[in-house]
């Protein structure tokens, strides 16, 4: 059956945030009050994003159904001698399919036309966060790992005092 690929507009909200959820999931993710939480955060959050234009989201249809969805956020960005001297950079996230349609191009026609947009609008880079699953759909289309470090921070008390 043929893609209909077309952007997702705040009627969408909710697919994205099923989606969302169903992303980490798919991760492996099965804490249901982290989720919720994450879920109403997101909420807000999305509503927002679309409305200002800081976030385009695809959302691609098969036979009348919604089969996936994805997003690319707007991120503020530190202009570097890199060639980036834009104040924002693309960010693409929350790639899901729906598992009936999953290994039928649904996730790779989103990948393209992402690529596509960044090309029209003039962003020479985009990244993401590749889940182990993901990471062979984003190599087909010249995505490359790069290398980044994280440390998580503990919040709350420290040193007898609250922050």
Same mark, same amino acid.
């Given at each position: 059956?043929?893609?209909?690929?077309?952007?997702?507009?705040?009627?969408?909200? &909710?697919?994205?945030?099923? @989606?969302?959820?169903?992303?980490?999931?798919?991760?492996?993710? @099965?804490?249901?009050? %982290?989720?919720? *939480?994450?879920?109403? %955060? +997101?909420?807000?959050?999305?509503?927002? %994003?679309?409305?200002?234009?800081?976030?385009?989201?695809?959302?691609?249809?098969?036979?009348? &159904?919604? *089969?996936?969805?994805?997003?690319?956020?707007?991120?503020?960005?530190?202009?570097?001698?890199?060639?980036?001297?834009?104040? @924002?950079?693309?960010?693409?996230?929350?790639?899901?399919? &729906?598992?009936?349609?999953?290994?039928?191009?649904?996730?790779?026609?989103?990948?393209?036309? *992402?690529?596509?947009?960044?090309?029209?609008?003039?962003?020479?880079?985009?990244?993401? @966060? %590749?889940?182990?699953?993901?990471?062979?759909? +984003?190599?087909? +289309?010249?995505?490359?790992?790069?290398?980044?470090?994280?440390?998580?921070?503990?919040?709350?008390?420290?040193?007898?005092?609250?922050?």
């Amino acid at each position: 059956m043929k893609h209909q690929l077309r952007e997702a507009t705040t009627r969408d909200i &909710e697919t994205l945030i099923r @989606h969302r959820r169903g992303m980490f999931e798919d991760m492996g993710v @099965h804490d249901i009050e %982290a989720l919720d *939480a994450a879920d109403s %955060a +997101y909420r807000k959050w999305i509503k927002l %994003a679309l409305m200002k234009r800081v976030v385009v989201g695809w959302i691609v249809e098969v036979g009348g &159904e919604i *089969a996936g969805s994805c997003c690319l956020w707007l991120q503020p960005a530190l202009p570097n001698p890199e060639g980036e001297t834009r104040l @924002h950079r693309p960010y693409l996230f929350s790639m899901f399919t &729906e598992p009936q349609f999953r290994r039928k191009g649904v996730a790779s026609s989103i990948v393209r036309q *992402a690529v596509e947009w960044c090309r029209k609008n003039g962003y020479p880079r985009l990244t993401l @966060h %590749a889940s182990k699953k993901g990471r062979g759909l +984003y190599a087909k +289309y010249g995505f490359t790992r790069t290398w980044e470090m994280r440390r998580q921070i503990k919040i709350g008390r420290v040193k007898g005092r609250a922050h």
